[in-house]
């Protein structure tokens, strides 16, 4: 089966940088997206890593390394806005091209 | 900007009905998605289409469920007999590729 694991409740400063940790099991990794969500809304995309390495987008930043099955997302300069939850989400090819998301990550950033 | 459209925005309806949730995707996508997510808990997989046919489905999508996209624009999901435990927002998704995947607003179903 998959699994993913990430931290239930983040909080920091506004301006501040955070780092938000993403582990997975899958029988056949393709890939590890992020994806923001503000409170009623809908999922967002912010990020993709299908090989290892950092991907930069803006603020927002994401690591991956298959040798560890491990990821995480990195936001910059923290505004208020981003006060959210995030979400990692593992394609997943053994079967065909699944997506499973984290049970996602609530930030929350403080004046 | 071109974006994913759902209909309706929220749907009411009697356990035991059937309901057929509505999703435009972005007009040059090749790849469509259903999700739910129950409220307060994560995004969960329902099914994925290319192709049109379905490419992936699970464990959630059972005989209950149906997606068709009956013309070049619509996409959509069927619940044949819905239960209590339905109740949900349903997301529709789209993508050009396999790896972004762009959300709908989504429609939230309450089952009675």
């Known amino acids: 089966g998959q699994s993913l694991e990430q931290p239930s409740e983040v909080t920091a400063v506004e301006g501040a940088i955070v780092q938000i940790n993403c582990t997975y099991q899958?029988?056949?990794?393709?890939?590890l997206s992020w994806y923001q969500q503000h409170d009623g809304g809908a999922p967002t995309f912010l990020s993709y890593?299908?090989?290892?390495g950092l991907e930069e987008t803006g603020r927002f930043s994401s690591f991956l390394s298959r040798s560890d099955s491990y990821g995480y997302l990195l936001l910059q300069e923290l505004q208020m806005k981003d006060s959210a939850s995030y979400f990692c989400?593992?394609?997943?090819?053994?079967?065909?091209?699944?997506?499973?998301f984290g049970a996602g990550t609530r930030l929350f950033v403080k004046a | 900007e071109p974006e994913v459209t759902q209909t309706p925005s929220h749907q009411v309806t009697q356990m035991g009905q059937e309901v057929i949730l509505r999703c435009v995707p972005i007009?040059?996508?090749?790849?469509f998605y259903w999700y739910r997510q129950i409220l307060g808990q994560k995004v969960e997989f329902l099914v994925s289409?290319?192709?049109?046919?379905?490419?992936?489905k699970s464990e959630i999508f059972d005989d209950q469920f149906s997606v068709e996209r009956p013309d070049g624009s619509n996409f959509t999901l069927k619940i044949r007999s819905t239960k209590l435990e339905d109740s949900a927002m349903y997301f529709c998704?789209?993508?050009?590729?396999?790896?972004?995947?762009?959300f709908g607003p989504g429609t939230r179903l309450t089952v009675l």
């Open positions: 998704a789209s993508g050009t590729g396999i790896n972004e995947q762009f």
């Open positions: 899958t029988s056949g990794f393709y890939g």
């Open positions: 890593n299908g090989l290892d």
């Open positions: 989400a593992v394609r997943d090819r053994a079967g065909g091209f699944k997506t499973i």
């Open positions: 007009s040059n996508h090749l790849y």
């Open positions: 289409f290319y192709n049109n046919e379905i490419s992936e």
